[in-house]
């Protein structure tokens, strides 16, 4: 079992562009969260998908920001039109059952935005 | 809104002292609280997790405490070694939130030699 895995490590973007954060969750995990971590922070909750469904994106701005998980392929996190502000580690962590049955998280190992 | 409450936000103790780390939480109906550990550029991982029906838990040197009148839960490393210099943040499923794990802010910790 391959852990969760997040590409890329490392994204370097210019004001204006488009981000795109992927994320596979363990074999067999059908729930995937996000979450952004600001330099000497904590880790804010974004969204929570299952496959093909947007569970809770309470924590998501409303624009710019979007979030997928489709049937067959990773969850995407995509950030439109960035801004110096959106630039955080952004971890992926899964799940095999909803958070009411108190399921572990296992965290990937984030991907590092940078906008210029 | 729901929230949880970590302190002290650093801790630095010598090597063969106890550390704890201590976190609050708002919501009463709250049942499952772990504790990460994250080293620098890496990934939170998860060290230990209590669940609300019980009081106490231990694994090796670390133990958490949970203390649901009070709504807190603490997290006690024994014979600190200079590896468990991290940042731990602990967390607590807030049902009020929507069933989603909310994070305390973190404790950098370092042991000193």
């Known amino acids: 079992n391959a852990g969760v895995m997040q590409n890329p490590r490392h994204l370097v973007r210019r004001r204006g562009q488009e981000a795109r954060l992927r994320c596979s969750p363990m074999?067999?995990?059908?729930?995937v969260y996000w979450y952004r971590q600001l330099p000497e922070e904590g880790l804010k909750f974004m969204v929570y998908l299952q496959k093909e469904n947007i569970i809770d994106e309470s924590g998501m701005p409303k624009e710019r920001f979007s979030a997928e998980f489709p049937k067959e392929g990773p969850s995407i996190l995509r950030i439109q039109q960035v801004v110096r502000g959106d630039s955080a580690a952004y971890f992926c962590a899964s799940s095999p059952r909803p958070p009411s049955l108190n399921e572990k998280l296992f965290f990937g190992s984030g991907t590092q935005l940078s906008v210029l | 809104g729901e929230n949880v409450e970590q302190h002290p936000s650093t801790l630095s103790v010598q090597e063969g002292d106890s550390a704890v780390i201590k976190c609050t939480y708002s919501?009463?109906?709250?049942?499952?609280f772990p504790w990460y550990k994250q080293e620098l550029g890496k990934r939170p991982q998860l060290i230990i997790d209590?669940?609300?029906?019980?009081g106490e838990k231990k694994d090796q040197r670390i133990a958490v405490t949970l203390n649901k009148t009070a709504k807190h839960f603490s997290l006690h490393i024994t014979e600190t070694q200079p590896e468990d210099s991290a940042v731990y943040f602990c967390a607590a499923l807030l049902t009020g939130g929507g069933n989603k794990l909310t994070f305390g802010t973190g404790t950098q910790l370092k042991v000193e030699l």
């Open positions: 074999k067999g995990h059908s729930h």
């Open positions: 919501d009463s109906a709250s049942n499952y």
């Open positions: 209590i669940r609300s029906n019980v």
